[in-house]
Antibody
């Protein structure tokens, strides 16, 4: 059974950098293990894809966030870290980490609401 | 960037069939995946690659795709099916797009 859980700060001020950690179990970021991605959802709005990292360090970022986004992994700890620079109030959202397998987001973390305000 | 569009809301009578569409220029050449999101919960994959059902998802959920439109069909709708439904497409190897989500109401 695959599980994922997000952790990190729930409140930030504008211009700060968001760093979230996804700790997962039930799979490994090794050949055949797929990837780990990030999706966010502003309150009462649609899902937005941020990016994904695969077992071989291949990374794909949304064009809308590429300049602000970094995703890294620690295979030994079964963790993936998302960093988003220059946070703004419009970045207030629930952030989900997801297991990516053959293009599908087949398992999701519970999500973490991150609020940005001055 | 490419867009996919969904109706904002769909209503269905209890026990009847609901259809939720996902349209866009890229739909015809891409695989579409569908997620159910109940209030206050994380999304759950209910259909992948147009018409495949993950284990544990009831047979009442089915998917299809034709031309520039993909459709999620929910047969014998139940109160527990009330949720937001999101379609998702990889429009390229580097870009994922979600539809705006459809709120399903079971009357």
């Amino acid at each position: 059974q695959i599980t994922l859980k997000e952790s990190g700060p729930t409140q930030l001020k504008p211009t700060q950098t968001l760093t979230l950690t996804c700790t997962f179990s039930g799979f490994s970021l090794t050949p055949g293990g797929g990837g780990v991605g990030w999706v966010r959802q502003p309150p009462e709005k649609a899902l937005e894809w941020l990016g994904v990292i695969y077992w071989d360090e291949d990374k794909r970022y949304s064009p809308s966030f590429r300049s602000r986004l970094t995703i890294t992994k620690d295979t030994s700890k079964n963790q993936v870290v998302l960093s988003v620079t220059d946070m703004d109030t419009v970045d207030t959202a629930t952030y989900y980490c997801v297991h990516v397998d053959v293009g599908t987001f087949d398992s999701w973390g519970q999500g973490m609401l991150v609020s940005v305000s001055s | 960037s490419s867009e996919v569009t969904q109706p904002v809301s769909v209503s269905v009578a209890l026990g009847q069939t609901a259809s939720i569409t996902c349209g866009g220029d890229t739909i015809g050449t891409k695989r579409v995946h569908w997620y159910q999101q109940r209030p206050g919960q994380a999304p759950v994959l209910v259909i992948y690659r147009d018409d495949k059902r993950p284990s544990g998802i009831p047979e009442r959920f089915s998917g299809s795709s034709s031309g520039n439109t993909a459709t999620l069909t929910i047969s014998r709708a139940q109160p527990g099916d009330e949720a937001d439904y999101h379609c998702q497409v990889w429009v390229s190897t580097t870009e994922v797009v979600f539809g705006g989500g459809t709120k399903l109401t079971v009357l």
